[in-house]
T-cell receptor, first 115, second 109 residues
Framework: SAVISQKPSRDICQRGTSLTIQCQVD?????MFWYRQQPGQSLTLIAT?????????ESGFVIDKFPISRPNLTFSTLTVSNMSPEDSSIYLC????????????FGPGTRLTVL | LAKTTQPISMDSYEGQEVNITCSHN???????ITWYQQFPSQGPRFIIQ???TKVTNEVASLFIPADRKSSTLSLPRVSLSDTAVYYC??????????FGAGTRLFVKA
């Protein structure tokens, strides 16, 4: 199993500002994923971050709004830029587990509130 | 990626067996069926995965009929701590997983 930590655990931000969320894994992994979970909703995949290459974004998500860094095999950041209240969500990172297909370990999430 | 359909919510009492059924009519040959559990303020946690027939682990059982167009997650003798959202996912291991709406299970004393 993998142990994943995220910082900050929660934050309250003003509209128009940006927040960078950190994701740290206790083992080296090639792929990391970033998800968004809006209040009371399911999870939506934002992007896949592979070390050594640019992140791959899902439909509806763009790099200018959600820039991602992946400087090494244990760390990634997601920035939520020029925030609006609609960005209020929980943001989660995850890494795949080598055992089963589609098995992922998730971090605890970062709860973001934009005023 | 196959879309999944689950009941929005279910209620149960402690000690009962709970069965949550997921419909995935467009499942592909290479797809596996995976279930996750999510508690409030936590990330989802992998519960069980299967391809066909029955899979059982220490937490749950997963029943998959021969046509694989549906699956049933069975939780034996639930407790209050099993109150959570349960997600059914279908995918081929490419990790481009799509989480459906999930089923909110509420276990009452």
């Amino acid at each position: 199993s993998a142990v994943i930590s995220q910082k900050p655990s929660r934050d309250i931000c003003q509209r128009g500002t940006s927040l960078t969320i950190q994701c740290q894994v206790d083992s080296q992994v090639t792929m990391m994923f970033w998800y968004r979970q809006q209040p009371g909703q399911s999870l939506t995949l934002i992007a896949t971050a592979n070390q050594g290459s640019e992140a791959t974004y899902e439909s509806g998500f763009v790099i200018d709004k959600f820039p991602i860094s992946r400087p090494n095999l244990t760390f990634s950041t997601l920035t939520v830029s020029n925030m609006s209240p609609e960005d209020s969500s929980i943001y989660l990172c995850s890494v795949p587990h080598g055992g089963a297909y589609n098995e992922q370990f998730f971090g605890p999430g970062t709860r973001l509130t934009v005023l | 990626l196959a879309k999944t359909t689950q009941p929005i919510s279910m209620d149960s009492y402690e000690g009962q067996e709970v069965n949550i059924t997921c419909s995935h009519n467009n499942i592909a040959t290479n797809d596996y069926i995976t279930w996750y559990q999510q508690f409030p303020s936590q990330g989802p946690r992998f519960i069980i995965q299967g391809y066909k027939t029955k899979v059982t682990n220490e937490v749950a059982s997963l029943f998959i009929p021969a046509d694989r167009k549906s699956s049933t997650l069975s939780l034996p003798r639930v407790s209050l701590s099993d109150t959570a959202v349960y997600y059914c996912l279908v995918g081929d291991g490419s990790f481009k997983t799509i989480f459906g709406a999930g089923t909110r299970l509420f276990v009452k004393a």
